[in-house]
């Protein structure tokens, strides 16, 4: 199993600012995945990080708007750029074992103003 | 493109009942799929995980099945109690790196 957190936990933030979510693993892991839950929504997948290379993203997110950081194996940013209230969302890390199980951190929940 | 759907949308029934959530997927071509438990304005919890070679998987009160072929899941909750008040979510993994999540299914124990 894997022990993930997220930091920061929750934050409200001003229209046009940005946020960095950190999300740290305890143990080395080849892919990371960042997910956006909206209000009253299922999850929905951003980009998924591999160490040493450029994320990849889904359709509808883009790098400018949600810039992603994987300098190790156990570490990966998501960076909310030029925030809207649209963006106010539960933000989720992910990583997965291979093709077995999935585990999710705490969330990071954002309330944009 | 697969696609996930749950029913019921909301659930609500006395506490002490047995209860059955669906999940559907409409691309049986499935690494494994694993239902999860998420309070609100929390992080997801992982129930239990069945693998595409396997039917059902048990965990205490919870069993989950596999039907591959027609695309089905479900989640048994036995003996239903308030503490089980959470959305379930069901999520298959399609390939090494894409897992697709269902709507969830919002369950609320009367006590």
């Known amino acids: 199993s894997a022990v993930i957190s997220q930091k920061p936990s929750r934050d409200i933030c001003q229209r046009g600012t940005s946020l960095t979510i950190q999300c740290q693993v305890d143990s080395q892991v080849t892919m990371m995945f960042w997910y956006r839950q909206q209000p009253g929504q299922s999850l929905t997948l951003i980009a998924t990080?591999?160490?040493?290379?450029?994320?990849?993203?889904e359709s509808g997110f883009v790098i400018d708007k949600f810039p992603i950081s994987r300098p190790n194996l156990t570490f990966s940013t998501l960076t909310v750029s030029n925030m809207s209230p649209e963006d106010s969302s539960i933000y989720l890390c992910?990583?997965?074992?291979?093709?077995?199980?999935?585990?999710f951190g705490p969330g990071t929940r954002l309330t944009v103003t | 493109k697969q696609e996930v759907t749950q029913i019921p949308a909301a659930l609500s029934v006395p506490e002490g009942e047995n209860l059955v959530l669906n999940c559907s997927f409409t691309?049986?071509?499935?690494?494994?799929l694993q239902w999860f438990r998420q309070d609100p304005g929390k992080g997801l919890t992982s129930l239990l995980l069945i693998q595409s070679s396997q039917r059902e998987q048990t965990s205490g009160r919870l069993n989950a099945s596999l039907d591959k072929s027609s695309g089905r899941s479900t989640l048994y909750i036995a003996a239903s109690q308030p503490g089980d008040s959470a959305t379930y979510l069901c999520a298959v993994k399609t390939s090494y790196d894409k897992v697709i999540f269902g709507p969830g299914t919002s369950l609320s124990v009367i006590p």
């Open positions: 990080a591999n160490q040493g290379s450029e994320a990849t993203y």
């Open positions: 691309d049986s071509a499935i690494y494994n």
């Open positions: 992910s990583v997965a074992s291979g093709a077995y199980e999935q585990y």
